[in-house]
């Protein structure tokens, strides 16, 4: 049973009929914006947006910091619609999807008129004399934010902010499967003061997705699967507008010999099944030197058994529901797959026969290898993939050994050590001693490499990407033009004297550097 069908309907709307992760039963009906209506949301949000700009930091800011303080004030009303759509124990929506986005939002709100403010630079060399650089920071216009089920609210909330913040204007859409849980950006934001038309949230399923991307904007922030972002990514390229992309992993998780081995053990539960594994930088491949693998593996066994999972437990839910049901096919056929080829199924990799909803069990597999898709493919649940290795070498190679490069970890009392061998690992950025915690400290630049996406989020980078950096420069001094018409013979020696002198006789030209 999918958790939306298609029902028919009496317009040129597409209607999908919404179901429960955790009790399979109808939730409601999401009708989806089509062409019609996205073109005319973006029309709204192009009107809007000069006047948007025009305001001033200060203004913007203050709205923000409304919005903070209305996430806080509704935090129940957040936590019970993200957990209603997607199954996600409850003290994950509340570490996802209320503390995170508190915290970007009081960051951003703090820091944009710092990071947006226009800049002085020096000019290099010989010109510095003549002439001064400066930066300023112009909106782009009208964003596209397409974001995925996973964080339903914390995704646009984040980018939303950080590209209003910025002058745009933005229009968005949730995924299908937690259309209501996206929608309440738009809601806290318009209670925050924000204008109309400055921060619209539709609500529909690829094809609306699809007709945003082509519809006129003038950049798209996109986070989902790498089959998507490729279609994005070709869309952005022929209408020569900017994209960023993040389209998840097959993250890596290195446990060396001198590891505290109860906290990677923890490490490990946490980072493989916070979210029920729906996390872009989840850790998806464990690699443990073999001088402390058994031991690490009689942990993380043991640690297993105490793992609570059904709604039944409330707040004290550690492994919620699988969110979606095409998710859930897709980890039984990595674990399956996984079976079939020699490995072993410690603990779980089966649906829990206790609970009549999308849980998959919390599981452990040893004797892996990248023959096997769970170990190559982004699994996106809560499985614990461990393999042994015999050094932080073997280690690292295999680590870096995927065609993805989202995130990881690294496990070690050796902060030095451990600060190598993250730097070592081809990944857009990595832990030491904690599960992959980048995109949750937003002064951190986020991003992927090889498959994991195109560009950055987050951070000073971030926020300026949703922004012209545009160079002025102005001369100091006026009169006559230097190296003006009419050009000579003359003129040219003279140049050719100038560069002789800066840059082959004399320090010169380093100097003015």
């Given amino acids: ?40 949301a973006i029309q709204r949000a192009r009107a809007a947006q000069p006047a948007w700009a025009a305001t001033s930091m200060g203004e913007r800011s203050a709205i923000v910091e409304r919005a903070l303080k209305i996430v806080l004030q509704k935090q129940d009303e957040i936590i019970d619609t993200v957990v209603r759509e997607t199954g996600k124990a409850r003290t994950d929506a509340m570490s996802m999807e209320v503390f995170s986005v508190a915290d970007q939002l009081c960051y951003y709100a703090k820091n ?27 909106p782009l216009g009208v964003i596209g934010l397409i974001t995925p089920w996973n964080g339903p609210f914390v995704l646009v909330m984040n980018q939303a902010c950080q590209a209003i913040l910025a002058g745009n204007t933005v229009v968005a859409k949730g995924s299908e499967v937690t259309p209501w849980s996206a929608r309440l950006a738009e809601t806290i934001f318009t209670e925050a003061g924000l204008p ?74 946490v ?55 095409r998710q859930m096919s897709i980890i039984e056929a990595h674990v399956e797959d996984a079976r079939a080829k020699g490995a072993n199924i410690l603990m779980g990799g ?29 699994t996106f649940g809560p499985v614990l993939c461990i393999q042994k290795v015999a050094s932080e070498e073997e280690a690292l190679r295999l680590a870096n050994d995927s065609e993805f490069g989202l995130n990881g970890n690294v496990w070690t009392q050796d902060k030095d050590k451990g600060y190598r ?6 990944t857009g950025s990595c832990s030491v001693n904690d599960m992959a915690v980048s995109y949750g400290i937003p002064a ?11 560009g950055q989020v987050n951070g000073k980078k971030g926020l300026r990407g949703y922004c012209h950096e545009m160079p002025i420069v102005i001369d100091r001094f006026g009169g006559k033009m230097q190296n003006g018409y009419p050009y000579s013979a003359k003129s040219a020696e003279g140049m050719r004297k100038l560069m002789d002198f800066l840059w082959v006789k004399t320090p010169l030209g380093r100097w003015l550097s």
């Fill in 1 to 40: 049973m999918s958790l939306y069908e298609p029902i028919e309907s009496t317009d040129s709307r597409r209607h999908l009929q919404l179901r429960s992760p955790v009790t399979l039963e109808p939730t409601g009906e999401l009708i989806c914006a089509n062409e019609e209506d996205v073109a005319s």
């Fill in 112 to 138: 944009a008129e710092k990071f947006l403010q226009p800049r002085k630079r020096k000019v290099h060399g010989l010109l510095g004399l003549m002439k001064q650089l400066r930066i300023v920071y112009k």
């Fill in 196 to 269: 109309e038309g400055v921060l619209q949230v539709l609500l529909g399923d690829g094809e609306t997705g699809a007709a945003i991307v082509r519809g006129g904007v003038d950049k798209v922030s996109f986070t989902g699967s790498v089959a998507t972002g490729r279609k994005v990514a070709v869309a952005c390229a022929e209408q020569l507008i900017p994209c960023t992309l993040e389209l998840g992993g097959n993250d890596a998780m290195i446990v060396c010999a001198d590891a505290d081995l109860d906290r990677a053990a923890d490490g490990a539960w």
């Fill in 271 to 325: 980072g493989s099944c916070m979210n029920t594994g729906h996390y872009c930088c989840g850790t998806e491949r464990i690699y443990v030197v073999e001088q402390v693998y058994d031991e690490f593996l009689k942990l993380v066994l043991e640690k297993g058994k105490a793992l609570r999972q059904g709604s039944q437990h409330g707040w004290d839910e550690d492994v919620g529901a699988v969110f979606w049901d």
């Fill in 350 to 378: 089966r649906r829990n026969p206790n609970l009549e909803g999308l849980y998959y069990e919390p599981t452990v597999i040893t004797e892996v290898d990248n023959t096997m898709d769970i170990m190559v493919l982004e």
């Fill in 421 to 426: 061998l993250a730097a070592a690992i081809d």
């Fill in 444 to 454: 951190a630049p986020f991003g992927g490499k090889k498959n994991s996406g195109v």
